[in-house]
Every structure is written in structure tokens, then in C-alpha cells.
Nanobody, 125 residues
């Protein structure tokens, strides 16, 4: 069983930056690939970024490429999402997820086995 807890969300002005964290309560963190998804009000949950178990392969959604940076600290059982140049379209609940297929860098919701409760990001003009 994996428990994921996101933190770092909040209110930020357009153009600003924020870093989300996801802490995993799990015996062997490197057994899991990790991903970030987001869900805006009234919309489906969308892929944001994902990383394999080693941190060596990272994928980003086109909408965040060049602005967001995903990293993982395996020694701390954490993943981070550094978000720069934020705009109101980034407003959403951000979810951290874990995939038992450790070397897969999944972009689909059904590829992930465990989910956090989410953290709200609101970007104002």
C-alpha cells in the first residue's frame, strides 16, 4: 500500500512560481514511477508530468513543457513539481500518483495505482 500526500498548493499571481511536493509513505520508493495530474473545475483530470523510478526519464504535457519541472528525491521518498510562469489556465487541483510499473512513464490515469488527495492551485490575474 502506498500513501501519497501532496503539499505546496495555494494562491499565486499570474507569472509567479510555486513548488508542489508529494511525500510517499512506502517501503521502497524506487519500486514506483510517479506522476502529476491536474483537474480544473468541470473538466477531466489531465496528465501534467511523470518520471520513472530512477528519475532518468521525464515526460511533460505540452501545456506545461518549458514552465514546469518534475524531480524526484528517492532518498526522501518525495517528488516535486516546480511550476514557473503560471497562468490562470493552470488553476486546478493537482494530484500525485504512483505507478507500480516502475520503469513506465505513464501519461494515462489508468496506468497509476495510487493517488493522493490533491492540492489546490489557484492562479489569479
Amino acid at each position: 500500500q502506498v500513501q501519497l500526500v501532496e503539499s505546496g498548493g495555494g494562491l499565486v499571481q499570474a507569472g509567479g512560481s510555486l513548488r508542489l511536493s508529494c511525500a510517499a509513505s512506502v517501503r521502497t520508493f524506487t519500486n514506483y514511477a510517479m506522476g502529476w495530474f491536474r483537474q480544473a473545475p468541470g473538466k477531466e483530470r489531465d496528465f501534467v508530468a511523470a518520471v520513472d523510478c530512477s528519475g532518468g526519464t521525464i515526460y511533460y504535457a505540452d501545456s506545461v513543457k518549458g514552465r514546469f519541472t518534475l524531480s524526484r528525491a528517492n532518498a526522501k521518498n518525495k517528488v516535486y513539481l516546480q511550476m514557473n510562469s503560471l497562468n490562470p489556465q493552470d488553476t486546478a487541483v493537482y494530484y500525485c500518483a504512483a505507478d507500480e510499473v516502475a520503469w513506465r512513464v505513464g501519461t494515462m490515469i489508468n496506468e497509476y495505482d495510487y493517488w493522493g488527495q490533491g492540492t489546490q492551485l489557484t492562479v489569479s490575474l
